[in-house]
Structure formats: structure tokens, C-alpha cells
């Protein structure tokens, strides 16, 4: 009667086992069983346009008169009462794509290109000051990067307009122990839609690839290597100690009662 039961709880530890398992691992992202990725050949190493202000992007700008000359005087030092910097303050751009701006008020900047929308601010000051000159940075730009832990995932502030891939990856303490150096995805919005790139880096030939230019809201996601054995354990751990106990406790009962 006892090995009767024993077999009977062995076989629902080994069932609750298997299906517990189904869920291990069940953090990793972007998996699909007809994951379809754009050739290598059509992978972008440089931005093919120019960036377009969004919605919440932040942006700073400087503004100087007679065409940037105080800029100019003030860096050589034949003027020394000028400064070289102005303070500058950031402005988030609105849901309906304007900006308020200081004299200016609400400006429509939302799909402008860094270089359309200086142009448009040296216009519009142009009504207030002598050939107004403007320098304007986007400062929210960012990557996101997993690096392959399952929980190590940071955002990269893009500080230069050309930060590549490998420094993207440098920056975020390089690929993880359980990340697979092979399954290097770029995940990047273009024309409206999210477009998949996988990238090798794991041999010489991935070489080519390092010096990919990275974009502002982009996806590099190392993919992890499963880890089975943790994942099992986590899951099972609980429901063996309770199994385990109850199978102790049903053993006494049927002890005493022969």
C-alpha cells in the first residue's frame, strides 16, 4: 500500500515537474517560431535620414547675433566681456508637436530635422534680432540595451550622433556571461514600423558590423542562453518542499493505522 502511494505521489512530483519546466525561462523576449529578419545585406551601417523631432523629445538651443560672430569673439578672446556659452534650458516638444519657446511662444517643430528646425528659430528671431544664429541639440536621445542577463537591461544616452554599436554594447559593460554573442538583434523603427536586424557577433566576419551607427530609440537585444537548471529550480523548489512534506505526513498516517 505504501509503495502504491509512493508511486503514485513520484508520478505527480514527475508530472508537475514537466509542466512546471514548460514555464522556465519564460523571461526571455522577442521569440517567434518564423522570426523573420532583414537580410544582412540590406543592414544599415550609417543612418539613412536624417533624425525627425518626436513627440516628448527634449531640446536645447543656443542663440547668437550677426551670424554666430560673438560665438567667434568670444572663443578667440578678442572680446573678453562675451561668454561662450549661454545658459540653456531644456523644452519638451508637446503631444499637438509644438514647442513654447522663450519670445517666440508655441513653435511646430514635430517632424523637423535638427538642420530644418534651426533654420525655422533663426526665422522667426530674425524678427527680434540682427541675423540671429541657432544651434539646437535633441537631448533625450537614447538606446535601450539588454546585454544578454535577463536583468540588466540599461538605457544609453546618445551623447554623439554617430555612437556605434560596439560602444552601445561598451557602454552597457559589454555582452553578459550568459548572452549569445551570435543573436546580436537591432530592433529600429522605420517608415512607421519596427524592422529586425540579426547580427553575428561572435566570429571575425561580425567585424563589419561594430561599426554600425545606432539610432535614437533603437532595441539591442542580446539574446540569453537558457538556463535551465536555475529556471527549474526556482519554479519546482516550493512544490517539492510541500509534496515532500505531505508525502511524510501520509506515510505517518498510514504507519500508525497498521
Not at 88 to 104: A, S
Not at 169 to 196: H, P, S, W, Y
Amino acid at each position: 500500500m505504501i509503495n502504491n502511494t509512493k508511486s503514485i505521489l513520484g508520478l505527480i512530483i514527475v508530472t508537475i515537474l514537466f509542466l512546471q519546466s514548460c514555464g522556465v525561462n519564460s523571461n526571455l523576449m522577442f521569440k517567434s517560431k518564423d522570426e523573420k529578419y532583414a537580410t544582412l545585406e540590406s543592414t544599415p551601417m550609417k543612418p539613412q535620414s536624417d533624425y525627425r523631432i518626436s513627440v516628448d523629445d527634449k531640446i536645447t538651443f543656443s542663440l547668437s547675433t550677426n551670424n554666430g560672430t560673438t560665438i567667434i569673439e568670444s572663443l578667440s578672446g578678442i572680446n573678453k566681456e562675451l561668454t561662450a556659452t549661454n545658459q540653456q534650458l531644456d523644452y519638451v516638444v508637446r503631444q499637438d508637436g509644438t514647442v513654447e519657446l522663450p519670445i517666440l511662444g508655441n513653435v511646430f517643430l514635430k517632424g523637423f530635422t535638427v538642420v530644418q528646425a534651426e533654420d525655422t528659430l533663426q526665422k522667426l528671431f530674425s524678427k527680434e534680432y540682427n541675423n540671429p544664429f541657432v544651434q539646437l541639440k535633441i537631448t533625450n536621445q537614447r538606446v535601450i540595451i539588454f546585454p544578454g542577463g535577463g536583468s540588466d537591461a540599461k538605457v544609453i544616452p546618445l551623447i554623439n550622433s554617430n555612437t556605434t554599436l560596439m560602444e552601445v554594447i561598451a557602454q552597457a559593460g559589454g555582452i553578459a556571461d550568459r548572452g549569445k554573442a551570435n543573436t546580436v538583434k537591432i530592433i529600429r523603427r522605420e517608415n512607421g514600423e519596427r524592422k529586425l536586424y540579426k547580427i553575428d557577433l561572435s566570429t571575425v566576419e561580425g567585424l563589419k558590423f561594430v561599426d554600425m551607427v545606432v539610432q535614437a530609440n533603437d532595441y539591442v537585444y542580446i539574446e540569453p542562453k537558457r538556463d535551465l537548471t536555475k529556471g527549474i529550480v526556482a519554479e519546482i523548489a516550493p512544490i517539492v518542499s510541500i509534496l515532500s512534506s505531505s508525502l511524510i505526513i501520509f506515510t505517518v498516517i498510514l504507519n500508525s493505522t497498521n
